[in-house]
Each structure stands twice: as C-alpha cells, then as structure tokens.
C-alpha cells in the first residue's frame, strides 16, 4: 500500500467530527426502479411495504409500470404505498438513484444522467469495456451487489441468493423425480420401510449447506463433498446433524454419483470457470431418470454434459439422465428473493438519506466502499481493472478529496 493510501486509511478511521459537519440533517432521495429487460429475470429489488418506508422518510420513489409484475407486486400495490409509476423509461432514469436486479445495458447506460448512483449486480467476469467505458463517461457513482459486505464481513446479497438456491435446488430435484416430469417416480426422502433417497451435493458452500440442510429435513441420504476439509467441516456444524463428507477423491465420487437419485453440482470458482469435477462418462453410467443439477452452470458448469437451460425450457435429458442447468434459479422463486433483497438494500436507502450523501455513506461503512466499483466515473475494483489492464484509483483518496 503506498503512503497517499495509508494516510487516507488513517483519516477515514479518525473521529468523524469533520463529516459530521459537512453532513445534512437529512437528504432527500429521488429514487428510479426500471423494469428488468434482462432475459427471465424475475425479482424487484424493493417490494411494496419497503417503497413505503422510504416514502414516509421523506424520499420519493418512480417505477417503471409492470417491474414488479414478475414477483406478483402489481403496479396498485406500489402506488398505493406512495410510489410513482410511469410508462417509459426515461422518467425513471432521472433519478438521483437508478436501483436494479441485473447490471445495465447500453441503452439503459444512454438514458442515464451524469453524476448518478447505480445499484445493481455486476460480475467482472460478465462486464464489457464497452460498457465500463459508457458509465465512466457519465461519472456514474455504481455499487456492485457481489462484492456488498454487511457489518460482519459476510458477502450479503451473494450469501442471501446462495441460500434461496440451495434450498430451492432439492425443490426442483423433489419434483424432477416424480411421474409428473416423467422422473423415476420416487419422493423425495422417502417413508418409514422404504429406503430414502440418495442425493450428493458437490460443494460445501452456502448453496451446498443449505441444499444439504434442504435435503435432510425432508429425509433423504445425503452425502456431501468439497477439495477444502475446513468447508466440510463448517457444513457439518451449521447442518446440525452427522452428515457423509468427502474430500474430492474421484473414485469415491464416481461411485456414489452412478449409485445415487440427485446430484446437485454447486462447485464455485474465486476466478473463472468452475472445475469440472463429473466426466460424461461417469453421466452416462448414472441409473437411467437420475436428476442432475448444475448450479455453477453460470461460471461455466461442473459437468461434461452440461448446457444453458431457461425458465421456459429447464430441462434436457442426456444418456437418460435428466439435466436442469438454469443459471439463475432464484428467479424461480422471485418474490420470495426480492424480500430477502429488499431487507439488504432498504437500509442502506434509508442510511444515505440519513447521512445526506452518498459520499457520507461510503466514508462511513467499508462493507458498502467494498463494494463500489466506480466512483464518480472512477473506476475503482482492482479485478475489473485488472480484466482490462487498467490502473484502479484508490478510493480512500478520492472520497478523501471529495470531502
């Protein structure tokens, strides 16, 4: 770290007195919400009842009509709460603040304003320099839901949206199995004198926690692996109950997947694509209506046989086995998603009104200055940079500057 960056680290940990002066009592937001024009993507990121605590705080929301459609949040339910709605997109996009689901696109960046904040999901690995250089050129303020901690460091919305993805991938699997998609005709779990059915859970993350803790409760045999024994054994503490657990040893592997019912695929690279850790030809020896899903099929998939599905076509058999490969689950069950956003992204509204500026709010909460990947046109994430051999401004000295 060079010295300009230490002593701008040392000033933001001083008693904040000096902000606290340049700080308005309150501010009031102009907050947009457009619609999603990304392909199937379902979820809102505030409901109703939160656009009603942000107006009673003295801020103003605009909603594109028909955003919430998806999530069953009908236009009446917002403007009932306050909201105003609106039928194009460029009343939306004159907001002070334009918050969304999926990361913007080149017209939507071209209906934006100069000097805006932008709150949306945004992967290095998915960002264009096209598209970079279109929001820097406007001097867009943009926070990137992958990389917001909250107070204690944990990764929110990823951690949030791996939950719902993990629970909601035994779902799935319960269903597939049944006579209804032509799947072996087995419940999921089973019955007294009936042996459960097996499941294996490539993965030790949060969407492997809680699709093993999914699986558990509803009574199935559950054998779990990951590389990392740390990973393992974090699962068996948080699942509560004695659960299989294996270091990836590929025999062992192959062997419980061509034995089991369901295998769900939830293997996540840092960088990259994901490993892929099942052979087509360990596929093609799975027992014929056997489910398989790939949950790390949007960084590339962890089996041979993978390939994209959708919402509309989530299926797909291969050597009789039935693969769902959708690389956005949670949208699946959006609304259920859209609350858990929601509680995430209310509160830091509610805080940037209550400190009066979006430079105070960065000042103040790391876990929200972790995730800023462009400041006022600035591109601050080393791994965007990186991507494009570009040189990150450190952040600490341009909120320092700006104060």
């Known amino acids: 770290m060079n010295e300009l960056s230490k002593l701008a680290r040392q000033a933001l940990l001083q008693p904040q007195e000096a902000v606290l002066e340049n700080r308005k009592k309150k501010d009031s937001l102009f907050i947009g919400i457009p619609k999603e024009i990304s392909f199937q993507e379902n979820r809102v990121p505030l409901t109703p009842l939160s656009v009603a605590l942000l107006i009673e705080n003295g801020h103003e929301v605009v909603l594109e009509s028909g955003a919430g459609n998806a999530a069953n949040f009908l236009d009446h339910h917002y403007s009932e709460q306050g909201a105003r709605i609106v039928h194009n997109k460029e009343e939306v996009y004159k907001a002070n603040i334009v918050i969304k689901i999926a990361p913007p696109t080149l017209e939507e960046v071209e209906l934006m304003r100069s000097g805006q904040m932008l709150l949306s999901s945004q992967q290095p690995s998915l960002m264009s320099l096209e598209l970079l250089q279109a929001l820097m050129k406007k001097k867009i303020t943009a926070l990137s839901y992958e990389y917001l901690r909250d107070e204690g460091g944990t990764l929110t919305v990823v ?34 004198g009936v042996p459960p059915t097996e499941m294996v859970i490539i993965g030790a993350g949060t969407v492997g926690e809680f699709a093993a803790r999914t699986a558990i409760s509803l009574g199935a045999q559950v054998k779990v692996f990951d590389s990392s024994v740390y990973r393992l054994r974090r699962l068996q503490n948080n699942v509560g109950s004695r659960v299989f657990t294996s270091v990836i040893q590929p ?24 490993p892929c850790v099942i052979s087509e030809e360990t596929v093609a020896k799975m027992k014929p209506n056997s489910v398989l899903i790939d949950v790390s099929i949007d960084q590339g998939g962890c089996f041979e046989t993978s390939q994209i599905t959708n919402h509309a076509e989530p299926v797909f058999r291969k050597y009789d086995v039935i693969h769902y490969c959708v690389p956005n689950i949670a949208s699946r069950v959006a609304r259920t998603a859209t609350y858990a956003l929601t509680n995430i992204l209310t509160p830091i509204l509610l805080d940037v009104g209550e400190m ?29 940079a990186n991507k494009f051999g570009m040189t990150p401004k450190d952040l600490d000295l341009l909120v320092i500057s700006n104060h």
């Open 356 to 384: 009066g500026s979006v430079m105070n709010l960065i000042w103040s909460r790391p876990g929200i200055r972790n995730a800023i990947y462009l400041f006022q046109g600035h591109l601050t994430n080393k791994d965007m």
């Open 159 to 192: 951690r949030a949206m791996s939950e719902i993805v993990g629970a909601t991938s035994v779902l799935i699997a319960a269903e597939y199995l049944s006579n209804v998609f032509d799947g072996k005709g087995l419940m999921l779990g089973g019955i007294t």
């Open 251 to 274: 025999i062992v592997l192959r062997k419980a997947v061509i034995s089991c019912d369901v295998v769900i695929g939830a293997v996540r690279a840092t960088n990259g694509r994901s």
